[in-house]
């Protein structure tokens, strides 16, 4: 048998609340999409530059919380201050003195 099938690895935790950010993104660019038609986007990149620039970074910041914590605990780094009712969240060593 092939590693794949012999491996404990837990799928990924979604939440609803990332099933509900990512249902937003969603149906806000299928709206956009259908109302302002073909090429909307990179005629948006071309007059807007700023604008678009902006909605990228905020995209970039909405999706983080998503990204962020499974790779972390893949780490092994601390991922208890973003999913601390989660099963798999790991939590940092203190170290104590004497």
Do not use: C
């Amino acid at each position: 048998t092939t590693a794949f099938y012999r491996s404990t690895e837990i799928m990924p935790h979604v939440d609803g609340h990332e099933l509900g950010i990512l249902a937003t993104i969603t149906g806000m660019y299928s709206v956009t999409a259908g109302t302002l038609g073909k090429g909307w986007l990179k005629g948006f990149i071309h007059r807007q530059p700023v604008a678009a620039f902006s909605v990228a970074i905020g995209t970039v910041g909405v999706l983080m919380p998503i990204i962020i914590p499974p790779i972390r605990r893949k780490m092994g780094l601390p991922t208890n201050q973003y999913e601390a009712g989660h099963p798999g969240a790991v939590y940092p060593k203190y170290v104590t003195s004497r």
